[in-house]
């Protein structure tokens, strides 16, 4: 079988971000079949572009066994709200390009964000084969995500496009793939699709890479840790995030030298964070930046507890955020900042974690203590994270249930 993803987001080898569809491109060409991904030259969490893609419009190559054909993104991308949207144009543009230019593929696979994705998904199942099915899957809602961080008026010219590339992505798509159950009820409440064309297969951990390890590796030791009791942050530092609610946890732990909050990861607001926190003189608060794909497994298990956080906005409320699945594959105990259905997940089905209200520094602060002086809690959260994870939410079995999901599409066809 012939599989064609495309992903503006899928990693180069060994970039950050991520890793969930280099992961199921590499099971489904173990399994035997071919897999092509069209992608963006742009890395999302660095700004970087690669030097043998800078300037290239369209570029074949392939990259860990995979073929990838990396499509340009321009460089506005990481300088603005309005230059991302130029860069979404772009890579929409550049993307059609490849798929026209790909071989032609027995299923297709589109993922959003960004939602333009669904342009040359279409494209690849209709104009290159006739009635190929293709599948739109929704990693994120948008453009309601953008709405509810203030990143998009509601009734802005541009929202309502998007809302509309939404709703004809849904029902032109053969199937709809969701990462979580909120989500599936969010678009047949809105009438986007029907229950019976909408799958659920989540996001996940790849439990082989990210598994138990020591607590004292390089990372801590290069990080400069010690002995203190670290929270860690990994993840995107953007307007959705938050993170400044990190800022304000550390203000009331000021007092407790034995406890630390670090970060790892990247976005538009990681400066401004990183200058308010030494405007604060918050000794307690590390920022380290991207780390390279493979040096993640590490970073969670240097650490002590892993953190989530979002903004307080009912669209967060339907999301599970990749970083709690590598943290429960760790055996990490989780701080979640988060309600809805990351709550749900975390907190009730795996019981690895303690719940904080989102965007409240001291309950996150309370949260924190509570773990800080409790190890025994804390190993017995990780320990129910491992085997949830390990159970329910492997990559490779996830991997495994979406390429019976695309059999069946070609099967039927």
């Known amino acids: ?78 300088r603005s709200y309005p230059g991302r949207m130029w860069a979404f144009f772009g890579f929409t543009l550049s993307a059609v390009t490849a798929v026209l230019r790909a ?26 084969r006739r009635r190929a099915p293709w599948i739109f899957e929704i990693r994120d809602l948008w453009p309601e995500s953008a709405v509810s961080t203030g990143v998009l008026k509601p009734d802005g010219v541009l929202t309502r496009l998007l809302y509309f590339l939404e709703r004809w992505a849904c029902r032109s798509a053969t199937r709809v793939n969701v990462l979580t159950p909120a989500f599936r009820d969010d678009l047949v409440a809105r009438g986007l699709a029907l229950e019976n064309k909408i799958a ?78 030494r405007r604060r003189g918050l000794p307690n608060v590390l920022f380290h930046g991207a780390q390279a794909k493979q040096r993640m497994p590490d970073c969670v298990n240097a650490c002590d507890v892993g953190v989530a956080v979002l903004k307080d906005s009912p669209t967060f409320r339907t999301v599970y955020p990749n970083k709690v699945f590598d ?3 760790c055996a990490r105990p989780i701080v979640l900042a988060i309600d809805g259905a990351a709550r749900a997940l975390v907190c009730d089905e795996a019981k690895a974690g303690l719940y904080a209200e989102p965007e409240d520094g001291r309950a996150i602060a309370a949260a ?39 059999e069946g599409l070609v099967a039927r066809r």
């Open 200 to 277: 659920f297969i989540p996001n996940g951990a790849d439990v082989e890479a990210f598994r138990p390890g020591p607590r004292d590796n390089d990372v801590r030791r290069e990080f400069g840790w010690g002995d203190r009791t670290v929270f860690l942050y990994a993840g995107a530092h953007g307007r959705a995030n938050a993170a400044g609610q990190l800022l304000e946890a550390a203000e009331g732990l000021r007092h407790r030298a034995d406890i630390l909050i670090a970060t790892v990861g990247d976005g538009p607001e990681r400066a401004g964070l990183q200058s308010e926190a």
């Open 368 to 406: 924190i203590r509570g773990l800080a002086d409790d190890a025994e809690l804390r190993r017995r959260l990780g320990e129910n994270g491992r085997i949830w994870v390990t159970e329910h939410a492997s990559r490779a079995r996830l991997a495994a249930h979406y390429l019976e999901m695309l």
């Open 327 to 329: 943290y429960m594959a």
């Open 1 to 78: 079988m012939r599989i064609l993803v495309v992903h503006q987001y899928y990693l180069g080898p060994g970039e950050p971000g991520g890793s969930r569809f280099n992961e199921m491109a590499r099971f489904w060409r173990a399994a035997g079949h071919d897999v092509t991904i069209v992608a963006g030259s742009l890395n999302y969490t660095t700004n970087e572009v690669p030097e043998y893609l800078r300037g290239r419009w369209t570029v074949r190559g392939v990259e860990e066994g995979v073929t990838v054909w990396r499509c340009y993104v321009p460089a506005s991308y990481g």
């Open 103 to 128: 071989a032609p593929a027995d299923v297709i696979v589109a993922t959003s964000p960004p939602l333009v994705t669904a342009i040359p998904g279409w494209v690849a199942a209709r104009l290159r």
